[in-house]
T-cell receptor, first 111, second 116 residues
Framework: TQLLEQSPQFLSIQEGENLTVYCNSSSVFSSLQWYRQEPGEGPVLLVTVVTGGEVKKLKRLTFQFGDARKDSSLHITAAQPGDTGLYLCAGAGGGTYKYIFGTGTRLKVLA | GAVVSQHPSRVICKSGTSVKIECRSLDFQATTMFWYRQFPKQSLMLMATSNEGSKATYEQGVEKDKFLINHASLTLSTLTVTSAHPEDSSFYIC????????????FGSGTRLTVV
């Protein structure tokens, strides 16, 4: 069974600080996605990475897929209160498009 | 962009009754949809893969007779929680993709089920 561990589980920071969230697994994924979820809502896709070593930027967010396609990171620069939410990585592998979600990182950015 | 509508958003039911949750892809066809369950402050747990025109594929530990899935058309999948009990109370979310899903899934807004 594929397992995606995220760290940290919880993070509370001040506005303007930088942070990194990690998503790790012992399994290889054909693609990995990052989502953000707000309370009472479904997750919203932020990015999909498919190539080992790939780096994608989305404004203040930088996503990296590990060379071996077993891990990924999400870096947020100059965090803002609007970045508050539950961040989830999700990976698919084994020739399927069935995504398994990570354990989640709950971020709170204080003004 | 792709939109997935989930209904109802909230439902309260009595123990022993059944509840049906609908998941619709509004502007695209989805041969495959996924159903997830989420406990408070936890991640999403995949329950089953809903396949249009065929039986759903359930994840290990998910009771197929408890959680009935029907995917009768390319735009609608339903999840019925049968003989609901308080421990079935949870946030249920569906997702769908226009293609094979390799470029992301669109999620419904979820259904908060409370069984009393």
């Amino acid at each position: 069974t594929q397992l995606l561990e995220q760290s940290p589980q919880f993070l509370s920071i001040q506005e303007g600080e930088n942070l990194t969230v990690y998503c790790n697994s012992s399994s290889v994924f054909s693609s990995l996605q990052w989502y953000r979820q707000e309370p009472g809502e479904g997750p919203v896709l932020l990015v999909t990475v498919v190539t080992g070593g790939e780096v994608k930027k989305l404004k203040r967010l930088t996503f990296q897929f590990g060379d071996a396609r077993k891990d990924s990171s999400l870096h947020i620069t100059a965090a803002q209160p609007g970045d508050t939410g539950l961040y989830l990585c999700a990976g698919a592998g084994g020739g399927t498009y069935k995504y398994i979600f990570g354990t989640g990182t709950r971020l709170k950015v204080l003004a | 962009g792709a939109v997935v509508s989930q209904h109802p958003s909230r439902v309260i039911c009595k123990s022993g009754t059944s509840v049906k949750i609908e998941c619709r892809s509004l502007d695209f066809q989805a041969t495959t949809m996924f159903w997830y369950r989420q406990f408070p402050k936890q991640s999403l747990m995949l329950m089953a893969t809903s396949n249009e025109g065929s039986k759903a594929t359930y994840e290990q530990g998910v009771e197929k007779d408890k959680f009935l899935i029907n995917h009768a058309s390319l735009t609608l999948s339903t999840l019925t929680v049968t003989s609901a009990h308080p421990e079935d109370s949870s946030f249920y979310i569906c997702s769908a993709s226009e293609g094979q899903g390799g470029y992301g899934y669109t999620f419904g807004s979820g259904t908060r089920l409370t069984v009393v």
